[in-house]
């Protein structure tokens, strides 16, 4: 099975602009989770998804929003990029419900995001 | 609120010699508890895991972890790192969903030859 796919894996942008960060996961896998990861805060949760729902939410600006697809892909967004959203994003997927599931996520590299 | 504590930010070890990393939690039932490790450029990989049952846990890689009620903790170890062990680990709890993880800060391991 391939694992979880995020694109792309870096970019740069300046203050102001938005970006939005794709995320694939592993095939049969219908949960997909965002975190954050910098140096300062180390890794923060910044969303659940399930069935296209958004199931959990964690402690982050209205500036970051994102959604699923269908197809169990997800996306984010932030808005208005602010210096401190450089990090890297990660995005991790499991089968959430059933015996498949067995509590672990399965991570993806990262999306690198640098804003100048 | 519930918090996860990692004392150690940065351990050196000598290759072949014994390793471990202190994990510390609040939480107010029963935990789900995680080790995950990242290497530089790289996701998080699933090291071990507890939810309930026997308090040592065997994990990949050779490591191991144990569950102590009393002392809030789940401690990491190995018993002979190689040099392929260096890298970060985190420590997490589980929030009530299975996508939901509170990390710790991390500790970064540095083997020396």
């Known amino acids: 099975k391939a694992g979880v796919t995020q694109t792309p894996r870096y970019l740069i942008k300046t203050r102001g602009q938005q970006v939005t960060l794709s995320c694939s996961p592993i095939?049969?896998?219908?949960?997909v989770s965002w975190y954050q990861q910098t140096p300062g805060q180390g890794l923060q949760f910044l969303f659940e998804?399930?069935?296209?729902?958004?199931?959990n939410k964690g402690n982050f600006p209205g500036r970051f929003s994102g959604r699923q697809f269908s197809n169990s892909r997800s996306e984010m967004n932030v808005s208005t990029l602010e210096l401190g959203d450089s990090a890297l994003y990660l995005c991790?997927?499991?089968?959430?419900?059933?015996?498949?599931?067995?509590?672990?996520?399965?991570f993806g590299e990262g999306s690198r995001l640098t804003v100048l | 609120a519930q918090s996860v504590t990692q004392p150690d930010i940065h351990i050196t070890v000598s290759e072949g010699a014994s390793l471990e990393l202190r994990c510390n939690y609040s939480?107010?039932?029963?935990?789900?508890l995680f080790w995950y490790v990242q290497s530089p450029g790289q996701g998080l990989q699933l090291l071990l895991k507890?939810?309930?049952?026997?308090?040592l846990v065997q994990g990949i890689k050779g490591f191991e972890a144990e569950f102590k009620r009393s002392q809030s903790s789940f401690n990491l170890r190995k018993p002979s790192v190689h040099w392929s062990d260096a890298a970060e680990y985190f420590c997490?709890?589980?929030?009530?969903?299975?996508?939901?993880?509170?990390f710790g800060a991390g500790t970064q391991v540095v083997v020396t030859p």
């Open positions: 991790a997927s499991s089968p959430h419900r059933g015996a498949e599931n067995t509590g672990e996520l399965f």
């Open positions: 095939s049969g896998h219908r949960s």
């Open positions: 998804y399930f069935s296209e729902t958004q199931r």
């Open positions: 939480y107010g039932a029963t935990p789900y």
């Open positions: 507890y939810f309930s049952g026997d308090t």
């Open positions: 997490a709890v589980g929030e009530g969903s299975w996508g939901k993880l509170q």
